[in-house]
């Protein structure tokens, strides 16, 4: 599939870095992508992936042509070029060992009702062998309180390119599918009741279960 992506209309740090990251991905692990005509064009959006590697958010967000937003810990929030390249690309920092983070929640709010899109991962850490974990409620609470449509996406083969055990592995074939998007009355149906964020983040996980591994296209 052609992809053609403006990244001028992007502020000017993430065009740069998005398309080295998708220049990096062209190059090193390149495989299949599938759905990306259901990546919507305009508005709010969470982008709802697994997630098995530090690979995984510069690689789904190197395929979504617009600017993205993604949580990332407190602490790599250090003096210097980190710092700087971090809030630069719009990073929200995250106190994922401080409970509730009223902080984070307040700019995911601000950054979805500014029409922006942001990645999440309703596994909540990385899997240590690329199978699917059970999802945290954190994602469907998020998803809840904007009512923006989620757009389940699975990665492929990532833990084998950079996973939990291992060092990077250049020449990994890593694939990715997005799926159909998820309006809100499809993940938050009425009933749910107390547990309703973790049975929101479950069915959004089961949607991503779903997808299967682009094939490769014969010519």
Request: proline letters at 8%; aromatic letters at 8%; one cysteine or more.
């Amino acid at each position: 599939m052609n992809r053609r992506y403006n990244h001028v209309a992007m502020e000017a740090l993430y065009g740069v870095f998005h398309y080295l990251a998708l220049t990096i991905y062209d190059i090193c692990f390149r495989g299949e992508v599938s759905g990306l005509e259901n990546i919507p064009k305009h508005g709010a959006f969470i982008i709802a992936c697994n997630h098995a590697s530090h690979l995984d958010p510069p690689i789904v967000g190197s395929l979504v042509p617009r600017q993205m937003a993604f949580f990332a810990r407190k602490t790599l929030w250090k003096p210097g070029v980190a710092s700087w390249w971090l809030d630069g690309v719009g990073t929200i920092p995250v106190d994922r060992d401080g409970g509730a983070d009223v902080s984070a929640i307040r700019r995911v709010l601000q950054t979805l009702q500014g029409g922006k899109a942001l990645i999440l991962f309703p596994e909540g850490t990385r899997s240590p062998d690329g199978k699917l974990q059970p999802a945290k409620p954190g994602v469907g609470l998020i998803a809840c309180k904007t009512q923006a449509p989620v757009l389940p996406v699975r990665i492929f083969n990532s833990h084998e390119a950079f996973g939990r055990k291992g060092g990077m592995r250049l020449g990994t074939r890593v694939s990715v599918c997005f799926g159909p998007v998820l309006p809100h009355a499809a993940y938050d149906p009425p009933g749910y009741g107390k547990d309703r964020y973790q049975k929101v983040s479950e069915r959004i996980m089961t949607a991503i279960a779903a997808l299967s591994e682009p094939t490769p296209v014969v010519i």
